[in-house]
């Protein structure tokens, strides 16, 4: 697992963290919330993981959720969060560090729809910190989907 250095290159994320993402990879699959990991393209050369998300823990009006990690030797992150609805709708929102045009470097995409965007601060971007931002986000949408029903 490679720590964020101090100053990384302004304009590339760099390659992929594969430890990094067999650390999380170990935490997502380990997770209650979690039916099933796979790597992108493989195991051997990962630079995708995805996290499927047991359906059984939404309400029916969501068909399937799912997790997508990219991390890279810079300390940059992408984590994708997406629900996928039975009227063909999306849920998503995305917690980004890389760079970009848009906004400083460590920023959100909200929810619906991940367009709108805003800077972000974190505790830590140590990625199991991160990693448990993320799930406990994931846990209190849940929690609004029940109480919405």
């Given at each position: ?116 965007i805003t800077d972000l601060e974190l505790p830590s971007l140590h990625p199991l910190e991160v990693y448990s931002t993320v799930l406990t986000a ?12």
């Amino acid at each position: 697992m490679s720590q964020p250095p101090k100053d990384p290159a302004p304009h590339s994320t760099g390659p992929p963290d594969r430890q990094t993402l067999r650390l999380l990879e170990r935490h997502l699959s380990s997770d209650s919330l979690v039916a099933e990991t796979a790597f992108d393209p493989d195991s051997y050369e990962p630079r995708l993981l995805r996290g499927l998300l047991d359906a059984g823990r939404y309400p029916d009006t969501v068909t399937a959720a799912r997790l997508d990690i990219r991390w890279f030797t810079t300390g940059d992150f992408s984590v994708h969060y997406v629900e996928e609805h039975e009227d063909g709708e999306r849920w998503e929102c995305r917690w980004d560090r890389h760079p970009n045009t848009h906004n400083t470097r460590l920023h959100f995409h909200k929810p619906p729809t991940a367009t709108e965007i805003t800077d972000l601060e974190l505790p830590s971007l140590h990625p199991l910190e991160v990693y448990s931002t993320v799930l406990t986000a994931i846990e209190q949408r849940i929690e609004t989907l029940w109480s919405s029903q």
